[in-house]
């Protein structure tokens, strides 16, 4: 790993430097092999089975999910010691992104690899890792999560759904109904959260065969309809106590760590599809001819082309920053024999503001591409149609982006810090981008001292301001993951072979200072028009020392070339 110690590091309180980030870069022999090899299957296995997949033939997914078993792309993130190949939260991205091109298989394979084993991987006892991980891993069993209900979705706490001990002891009795379950159709266990005794939130592994469980119709979906999505319905369900993940009452420990692994997993494979996206707009648009040339000519069609390529860059920036950082994490644990829970919430923050940036970015992609095609992205036969449908519900699953963003306000204030004291921004390439990434920074901690200032603390209550303090710590966490991954390639293969990531993070931090800008003009007087609050805003104000349009038609034009995302 080429980071150092940056899990003992925050990004809104201390300075970072090139060679305390993960980039893409930086993959080795074995990530890149990995990577060829999953695009291989996806492409090769599930792409050409997609048709069969969106009529909900379950049979061909089943299949599929058994052939990723075999070449170990649901162990990657397990544990050695458990059965799994335990490849890192790296290697983890990697697979999530490539997989996107799978489409509903995607979700298929995400609700197996995440949600699905981890809860019994990280958290489960030796007898129920030995009794449920292999054949999921292999793919035999498919796993399923089940946790929201018709009356519980964002407050996931209130579930309904009850368990009590019975008189003997041996088991507890489950009745409840969950609602949107992924997998349902096909799934061989499901993780369900229940209350015992009506109180107590837990865990628990259900078969499907046990007694009184059923499953509902398949719901009717907008998009990703090759996916399975049912209720779950409990009625007087005898679980055996040893069925208990965890403990009794801490199943919220499980719920929301699994959910921040989740929200990562969800942030890489939004990457892939907008690198999908990118890749189908720029390929019509090639050879798209109007007025006698093709529509990748005209300049508009560049900005778009240029627009969602910087998003992506910015995105990928991130997303393997954070897989960086939570390998250190993991390996720390490991050394230091450390918690886990505590492990994995340590990058609760991180994980989403990249759910939150990656889903809106695609949402903006995937908009664009399907304009790009015209009147021809509006027809089913075109695969950007699909993929505008089914893009949508990544900013509601795994929490919706407006609790993700009073999630990360609400985490950032609790554990607040000043910073750290501020170097001088080094001269050179960037030093424009950097001394910007400060002010963002000053702004930040203007903000909170104003929320302090005029008792806005309960961010519960005052949610715009939980949302503008989320939003600039997105675009902070963002520019600074573009500026460190653009300097250390400069660092390494110098400025010129690098010219096009610097324009990436030229116009994103740019575009980012102003937008942020603006927010915080905008919600000026509710933070009791502080002094230092306005005046930081102002200083973010600025024309641009380069010509963006230049910039955006000269990434729009390796693009073009290309003809796919490149960075």
């Known amino acids: 790993m080429p980071t150092e110690n940056t899990h003992f590091k925050h990004f809104l309180t201390a300075d970072f430097v090139p060679h305390e980030v993960f980039t893409p870069e930086d993959f080795n022999d074995e990530e890149i092999m990995l990577e060829e090899m999953t695009h291989k299957f996806v492409m090769n296995r599930v792409y050409p089975a997609l048709g069969s997949i969106e009529d909900q033939d379950f049979a061909v997914t089943v299949r599929l999910i058994k052939e990723a078993g075999e070449l170990g792309l649901i162990s990657a993130d397990i544990p050695e010691k458990d059965g799994g190949l335990e490849l890192g939260k790296i290697s983890a991205s990697i697979i999530a992104e490539k997989m996107a091109l799978g489409r509903s298989f995607s979700i298929t394979f995400g609700g197996q690899t995440g949600i699905g084993a981890l809860p019994i991987a990280y958290f489960g006892t030796e007898q129920q890792k030995a009794l449920y991980l292999p054949k999921i891993l292999s793919g035999e069993t498919v796993a399923a999560y089940a946790l929201t209900e018709p009356s519980s979705g964002t407050d996931a706490m209130s579930v309904k759904t009850t368990a009590t001990l019975s008189e003997c002891g041996t088991h507890y009795i489950l009745t409840g109904e969950k609602q949107w379950i992924s997998n349902s159709s096909f799934a061989g266990i499901f993780i369900v959260y229940a209350k015992v005794n009506g109180q107590e939130f837990t865990a628990f592994i259900i078969e499907k065969q046990y007694k009184g469980v059923s499953i509902g119709q398949e719901e009717k979906k907008m998009g990703l309809k090759g996916s399975s999505t049912c209720s779950l319905i409990l009625d007087h369900v005898k679980v055996p106590v040893d069925n208990v993940i965890g403990e009794v009452g801490r199943g919220h420990v499980i719920a929301f760590n699994i959910l921040n692994i989740g929200r990562h997993k969800i942030s890489a494979t939004s990457l892939g599809t907008a690198k999908r996206s990118i890749e189908l707009a720029v390929n019509y648009a090639n050879e798209r001819l109007q007025f006698s040339q093709p529509i990748s000519s005209f300049n508009l069609i560049k900005n778009k082309l240029a627009d969602m390529a910087i998003k992506t860059y910015a995105s990928e920036s991130s997303v393997y920053r954070t897989a960086g950082a939570m390998q250190d994490g993991f390996e720390s644990m490991k050394e230091t024999n450390g918690s886990l829970g505590a492990t994995i919430a340590r990058y609760a923050v991180e994980c989403s503001i990249n759910k939150v940036m990656s889903t809106e970015f695609l949402d903006f992609i995937v908009d664009e591409a399907l304009q790009i095609h015209g009147g021809y992205g509006y027809m089913s036969e075109y695969e950007i149609e699909t993929l505008y449908r089914d893009s949508r ?169 290309a003809k796919k995302y490149v960075s």
């Open 393 to 561: 519900v990544t900013r509601i699953f795994e929490g919706t982006n407006e609790i993700n963003r009073i999630l990360i306000a609400s985490t950032l204030l609790k554990a607040y810090e000043l910073p750290d004291e501020k170097r001088n921004v080094d001269e050179g390439t960037l030093q424009q981008e950097k001394q910007t990434l400060q002010i963002m920074k000053n702004l930040y901690h203007a903000a909170i001292g104003a929320v302090r200032k005029n008792d806005l603390m309960n961010l519960n209550q005052e949610q715009e301001t939980a949302a503008f303090i989320a939003d600039l710590a997105i675009g902070i966490y963002a520019a600074e993951s573009a500026i460190l991954r653009t300097m250390k390639a400069i660092q390494v293969t110098g400025e010129v072979k690098n010219n096009l990531k610097i324009c990436y993070t030229k116009v994103f931090v740019y575009e980012t200072s102003q937008l942020v800008a603006m927010k915080a003009l905008g919600i000026l007087n509710h933070l009791g028009d502080d002094e230092t609050f306005s005046r930081t805003a102002g200083r973010l104000i600025m024309s641009s020392q380069e010509d963006t349009v230049e910039l955006k038609r000269y990434i729009a034009d390796a693009i073009i070339e």
